[in-house]
């Protein structure tokens, strides 16, 4: 599998609203042509490990995209210029599921039923909302929830 290395600024998209990640990583445009089939791309950025989709600038320019939340646990910078690897995931449908989610998931048949009828999209979603908070009480509490929540849907 092929990987790409390079060197990428970490920009902040100031014509991206607030709530949605703002902060990216611009992509060659001759790098991401031959990506762009890619359901997920895998790789590092400084040396910290990543999943993410390919996505797009409003200007239509490729990019990764990254929360400020991630970044800050990373030890990332706006403005740093750091090297990046990545290469398509061999996986795409994977989701990496918090250990409190797991365990709800155990405790909970019809919400492991409901969970389970969700999209790799969707679970990697509410994975990650649950896996942002910073307690574990905080986790767990967001898994019941959440649980709860797709029980209902």
Known sequence: MK?????????????????????????????????????????????????????KRPN??????FGKTWLRRNRLHI??????SLQRDPDPDRVDIPEELEEALLQDAEGAR????????????????IALAKRPETRVRRAISLLKRIRDM
């Open 114 to 129: 409901a969970w389970a009828q969700l999209t790799p999209g969707r679970q990697r979603t509410f994975a990650y909302q």
């Open 79 to 84: 403005g740093a210029v750091v090297p990046i």
């Open 3 to 55: 990987t790409y290395e390079f060197l990428v600024p970490i920009l902040q998209d100031p014509d991206v609203e607030d709530g949605y990640m703002k902060h990216y990583v611009p992509l060659p445009h001759d790098i991401a042509e031959e990506l762009v089939d890619a359901e997920r791309l895998i790789g590092e950025i400084d040396g910290c490990a990543f999943r993410r989709t390919l996505q």
């Open 60 to 65: 239509g320019d490729p990019c990764l995209r």
